[in-house]
């Protein structure tokens, strides 16, 4: 697949190339970091939310499609090519699409590791293999020794996330939830439990740039989640005469700077999985990926999730987080981020090295 993506690759007008995306979850972030290092952009996108990249103003091309699967159609991957489109992949690719081996348009990553993403134990055994800390996974219900948040496969958000405190607990709030419609009976079966962590939570964007040759990180981010981020909004009288059962639906992102102590722990699980990628799936991990943790109150980290690509959380930092202007001394973030490697992969004909 590779060798057919670099021929797509080389047909390419070096000095025309174009970046895209779905125009969803961190397309402005991707398309207007595109636009300010030079690049005309595509966005593919459905009639509903067309107006939103119009209204914004970062798309030079617009490519309507019914749905975002039609991303695989020929003529649209045809159309793409023809503009010499470089796709910069992220959550609605793995939401509304799933595997990228049928995409023959280069994209900016490796499609290897963005696979590995979606599965939660091969995320474990990258993360774990790296030597980072995790939350303990229980196998069964009724292994649940202590408080334990339950989550299901694929990327979803957060929705229908619960806390259980023992095996009882699961089974009474499972049922209530698949009662009210907010998980199926298959959910219940397919869970995935996992040790909570009390702490916050804390996500971190970094980018491997093969240009530069090291890990960068970013920016920060935590999340804004209905209704576990609102149930302190009302007394807890009320919250406990409702029923309520909060679960982890995102709704936005939050900046963050950390206590400055613990970046020399976190640049340096940054590089640890970044070295173990190149195990995974030569040449390792490339451009964007984010590591998710919860810190506790000895300052130990938690990590519970890897995704290999942009997250949404990074558009806390445009025009610049904190940590991307005092590495840069310039407006940095992610979607800028990913075009500077590519417009430095062009001048020093390093492309091939970046395009999968
Ligand atoms: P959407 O098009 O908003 O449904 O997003 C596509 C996928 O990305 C879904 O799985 C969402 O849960 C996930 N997603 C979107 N925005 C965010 C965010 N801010 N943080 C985490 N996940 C997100
Ligand atoms: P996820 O979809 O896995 O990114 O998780 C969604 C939400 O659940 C985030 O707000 C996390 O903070 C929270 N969360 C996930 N795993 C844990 C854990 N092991 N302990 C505590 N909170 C967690």
Known sequence: ????????????????????????????????????????????????????????????????????????????????????TILIPHGSYNAYIGSLYN?????????????????????????????????KVYSSPDEINGL??????????????F????????????????KRGVISEEDVENAHIQQYI????????????????????IAVDRRYESNVDGIGRIPADEQIQTGIIPTYTIVGNIPLVVRESLLSRILRDGERVYRHSKRIAEPGMVGPFCLESIIDENGEIYYF?????????????????????????????????????IRLGIEKDMLEEMVF
């Not at 290999?308 to 992610?334: D, H, K, Q, T």
Request: net charge positive.
């Open 1 to 84: 697949m590779r060798d057919r993506i670099l021929r797509i690759l080389q047909t390419y007008r070096k000095n025309g190339i174009r970046i895209g995306t779905i125009g969803s979850h961190s397309a402005l972030n991707i398309l207007k970091g595109a636009r300010d290092e030079g690049f005309e952009t595509v966005c593919i996108c459905r009639e509903k939310e067309r107006f939103v990249y119009e209204n914004f103003g970062v798309a030079d091309h617009i490519i309507q499609v019914e749905n975002f699967r039609d991303l695989l159609l020929e003529d649209v991957q045809r159309k793409l090519i023809d503009l010499n």
């Open 103 to 135: 995409l023959n348009v280069p994209v900016f990553g490796n499609r290897v590791l963005m696979e590995w993403e979606t599965v939660r134990e091969k995320q474990r055994e990258w993360l774990e293999n790296s030597g980072l800390k995790l939350p």
């Open 148 to 161: 334990a948040i339950v989550k299901y496969p694929g990327a979803r958000g957060g929705k229908g996330y």
């Open 163 to 178: 806390i259980a405190s023992s095996r009882d607990d699961f089974y009474r709030k499972a049922e209530e939830l698949v």
């Open 198 to 217: 009390l702490g916050v939570p804390v996500y971190f964007s970094f980018f491997y740039s093969a240009v530069n040759d090291r890990v960068e990180l």
């Open 305 to 341: 999730e890897i995704s290999a690509r942009i997250v949404a959380g990074s558009s806390v930092g445009i025009p610049a987080s904190p940590y991307s202007y005092v590495l840069f001394g310039e407006n940095m973030y992610m979607g800028r981020r990913i075009a500077r490697e």
